[in-house]
């Protein structure tokens, strides 16, 4: 494509996912004397969203709060967890395959009052 001299053209596109994910897709441009295929992949992350939990137990007693992790993508995740704070426990790691929902098990286990 030549334009007015120049030797670039803008190619605006417009995408409207309706979940987060991997999307690829293939973008062919023929003219009378050339053929372009352009490979283009798109990364959509969800919202980042706040999140607060409340752990009420009895001192001594832990209490465990099933955390589900949605992955509605077109990959697999692995997640890693590094949790802060004294008292919380989980597994350092999760799989969530494609089209799953996995519940992260963190459990809060208090060691005095407070």
Do not use: M
């Not at 995408?15 to 295929?37: A, E």
């Not at 919202?47 to 939990?53: S, V």
């Not at 709060?65 to 990959?75: A, D, G, K």
């Not at 590094?82 to 597994?91: A, D, I, K, R, V």
């Amino acid at each position: 494509f030549f334009l007015g001299g120049s030797d670039t053209v803008e190619f605006p596109i417009k995408f409207t996912p309706k979940n987060p994910g991997c999307y690829h897709c293939q973008i062919l441009l023929k003219s009378s004397c050339d053929i372009r295929v352009y490979e283009i992949e798109c990364v959509v992350s969800a919202d980042q969203a706040d999140a607060q939990l409340e752990f009420l137990t009895p001192a001594y007693q832990a209490v465990t709060q099933e955390i589900p992790i949605r992955n509605v993508s077109s990959e697999d995740w692995r997640f890693e967890a590094h949790l802060e704070g004294q008292c919380f426990y989980g597994p350092p790691e999760i799989n969530v395959p494609v089209g799953e929902t996995v519940q992260y098990p963190l459990t809060f286990k208090p060691v005095a009052e407070s």
